[in-house]
């Protein structure tokens, strides 16, 4: 027997499995301490009601022989591929029905769509960067092998840092496939049209793919483009995926798309064509219910329940620079996202700031250098508490930094 010896590559756990870990240790030793999680991105509020409301009426159509719901279609019930088609017409882009494809979300999705792409395809990723992008690069063997300074050999590495505003920059190497993320996450930073633009005309000069996750797209508040596909020419070298994870609560419900334009070709053959065959082979779609709880944050009423929503962690991001500022951190994001990117303390790495937090001041986030060599020194806590949690945990910092 063989095994996928790339899987021996990786580090032994995920990095918020890390995280869990040292947190369930610190509050084994410490029973008593009352800690405030800003790490791990995940959703607080409750789903919006009008949601609620669709998944109840779902519910009640399984009950009943003439309205029960099997398996889902491969690529997504039409309902909700409506939903999404006016969605994306709503700030100016045409996406046709075929090219949407509903999923479970858009982790599994970046994750995945590798499967259609040749082992031997040159991989641009940013640095910091969300760690899926490089783990699963790393288990299908296109990411070589891990190097001193952090790097893997075989990937192409866009660094992200200070100088350059945290923005990728164009590199004069060739790429086959580069994993964007606008709003960014760890850095919360949003792509202009302009840096969208280089980018879509690299990727039509070297015959490459842009892999865009656009899963923060509805925490943009500053006009950036909130879809690849506004920019011209992307729909021959680009597939955006998106996520109702953050922007309706779906984070424990599961659901998420990938749009891959009619026109996106290579070799001559469409990728859409090949993306929908993998997913019709190892995915027997997202539930009924499910859908029609999406579909129901698109509408009039569900859209003004999710902005609330959004509105409610953007102030707490804002909340979190702007004590972290105070108290003298240089910080990043919380403007187009959910995430505040701050500067350790000089000299500080980006772990032993971790274990200070945790333990001085009970306040769990995640280290940047989890994110990428070029995440060391860094660190990044989220919008996504409670209005309540989160001024507590500023005050916290304020009264451990100030």
């Given at each position: 027997m063989q095994l996928n010896d790339n899987f021996q590559k990786l580090q032994k756990n995920y990095l918020f499995a890390n995280i869990g870990q040292r947190v369930r240790a610190y509050q084994a030793a410490h029973p008593e301490a009352d800690i405030i999680r800003l790490g791990i991105g995940d959703v607080t509020r409750p789903l919006p009601a009008a949601a609620i409301e669709a998944m109840h009426r779902a519910v009640e159509d399984m009950a009943g022989a003439d309205t029960f719901v099997g398996y889902p279609t491969d690529y997504g019930l039409h309902f909700l591929e409506d939903a999404i088609q006016a969605d994306y017409a709503r700030i100016g882009v045409d996406v046709d029905i075929s090219e949407i494809y509903i999923s479970d979300g858009a982790k599994s999705d970046t994750g995945n769509i590798g499967d259609i792409f040749g082992a031997d395809n040159a991989v641009a990723v940013c640095d910091p960067v969300y760690p899926v992008y490089v783990d699963t690069n790393v288990m299908a063997g296109r990411a070589g092998e891990i190097a001193a300074d952090g790097h893997w050999s075989k990937l192409l590495y866009l660094t992200c840092t200070a100088e350059n505003d945290f923005a990728p920059q164009v590199p004069d190497e060739h790429a086959d496939l580069v994993y964007l993320c606008s709003p960014n996450n760890p850095t919360g930073q949003a792509m202009s049209e302009a840096q969208l633009s280089d980018w879509v005309a690299y990727a039509n000069r070297e015959g490459a793919v842009l892999l865009y996750d656009a899963a923060y797209e509805a925490f943009i508040t500053?006009?950036?483009?909130?879809?690849?596909?506004?920019?011209?020419?992307?729909?021959?070298?680009?597939?955006?995926?998106?996520?109702?994870?953050?922007?309706a609560g779906f984070t424990g419900v599961r659901c998420a798309y990938t749009v891959v334009p009619?026109?996106?070709?290579?070799?001559?053959?469409?990728?859409?064509?090949?993306?929908?065959r993998r997913q019709a082979t190892k995915f027997n779609g997202v539930s009924y219910i499910t859908q029609k709880g999406a579909e129901?944050?698109?509408?009039?009423?569900?859209?003004?329940?999710?902005?609330?929503?959004?509105?409610?962690?953007?102030?707490?991001?804002?909340?979190?620079?702007?004590?972290?500022?105070?108290?003298?951190?240089?910080?990043?994001?919380?403007?187009?996202?959910?995430?505040?990117?701050?500067?350790?303390p000089e000299g500080m790495a980006s772990w032993d700031l971790f274990d200070l937090l945790l333990n001085e001041c009970q306040i769990v986030g995640t280290?940047?250098?989890?994110?990428?060599?070029?995440?060391?020194?860094?660190?990044?806590?989220?919008?996504?508490?409670?209005?309540?949690?989160?001024?507590?945990?500023?005050?916290?910092?304020?009264?451990?930094?100030?």
């Open positions: 500053d006009g950036s483009p909130r879809s690849i596909f506004l920019i011209p020419g992307a729909r021959t070298c680009a597939i955006e995926f998106r996520s109702f994870s953050k922007t009619k026109e996106l070709e290579r070799n001559g053959i469409n990728i859409g064509t090949l993306w929908g129901a944050t698109l509408t009039e009423e569900g859209r003004v329940q999710v902005q609330e929503t959004l509105d409610y962690y953007q102030a707490n991001a804002k909340a979190i620079r702007a004590g972290l500022e105070s108290a003298g951190f240089k910080c990043w994001g919380g403007i187009n996202s959910p995430y505040v990117w701050l500067k350790a280290p940047g250098s989890g994110f990428g060599p070029a995440g060391e020194g860094y660190f990044r806590l989220t919008g996504f508490g409670t209005a309540e949690r989160t001024a507590e945990a500023v005050r916290r910092i304020q009264a451990r930094f100030a």
